[in-house]
């Protein structure tokens, strides 16, 4: 079903090729600590007009099943984290 849902990272791709990119992968640093434990649950709450759009498509490409996001996250700040290489 997530990969009917979220079939690739075109979305974020297109992002991160726009003039004014803001690097937030930092975020999923975060996530990545409550994978395997007994939090089901993660509300990602932000005020309008603060990228929730942004955040969701950044999730989707990275853990999404339907493609290999490793070179689009790379060069990210994300890549630096030691929860980068547990994921893919």
Known sequence: ???YLNPNNDTFTRITKR???V???MMI???NDFIETDNTYICVSRPRRFGK???GN???AY???GCDSRSLFAPLKI???ESFERTF
Request: avoid cysteine; hydrophobic fraction near 45%.
């Open 29 to 31: 640093s975060v996530l």
């Open 58 to 60: 950044m999730l989707s």
């Open 63 to 65: 853990f999404s099943k």
């Open 1 to 3: 079903m997530g990969i």
């Open 23 to 25: 690097d937030k992968t």
């Open 79 to 81: 890549s630096k984290d």
């Open 53 to 55: 759009t942004f955040a």
């Open 19 to 21: 003039k004014i990119f």
